[in-house]
């Protein structure tokens, strides 16, 4: 079992900042990280909409691996593995059939006028992975929700967690070996 928590200010639900504490088989094995969320805080999971700003609350799955460049010696080889290039998009279009999906944009008839970028210009998708919120696609229900680097220490996100380099590298190889990783955003 593999298990990360996600603590945010219970008495703040604006608060943009929060701490991880990464569980493996019932063991704490990294402590009290520092992270930040969303712009606009967090939100409960029924309360989330596109474009809010907010992260989710809730466990979810971690469903992928994505990053800059493949790397065995620190990627769980048991979770798909998305490289980011220049066509490899997240679409948080909520009219587009492929809305909270990543895509290769030049394998699809295109059907959405909103996207991220997943090979972006910074270092943020340099290695991350896939919170599995809103699996089934509810549009307007919010998108495209990573755990991911961030772009200066504390620096909020548009919904995501981010956490540094060092620390998300440390726990993608911690989570190396777990065939069912999964996340909890909590208060």
């Not at 967090?42 to 992928?64: A, N, W």
């Not at 809305?99 to 997943?118: G, P």
Request: glycine share 6%; net charge negative; proline share 4%.
């Amino acid at each position: 079992m593999f298990h990360i928590r996600v603590k945010c200010d219970e008495n703040n639900s604006a608060s943009t900042k929060g701490s991880i504490n990464v569980w493996k088989n019932d063991e704490l094995v990294f402590s009290n990280i520092h992270c930040s969320i969303g712009k606009n805080g967090y939100v409960l999971k029924k309360g989330k909409k596109e474009g809010d700003g907010k992260t989710p609350l809730g466990i979810y799955s971690v469903t992928g691996i994505f990053g800059y460049q493949e790397d065995g010696t620190i990627l769980p080889a048991n979770l798909p593995f998305y490289l980011c290039t220049s066509d490899l998009i997240a679409v948080d279009d909520s009219n587009s059939k492929f809305y909270n999906q990543i895509i290769d944009r030049t394998k699809v008839d295109q059907d959405f006028n909103s996207f991220e970028e997943m090979l972006r210009p910074d270092d943020q998708y340099k290695f991350g992975f896939i919170i599995d919120y809103n699996h089934q696609n509810i549009p307007f229900k919010g998108s495209c929700i990573f755990f991911h680097i961030w772009k200066s220490e504390f620096s909020p996100t548009e919904g995501c967690v981010a956490t540094s380099e060092e620390n998300m590298l440390t726990i993608l190889k911690l989570m190396q070996e777990e065939r069912h990783p999964t996340i909890e955003i909590t208060t």
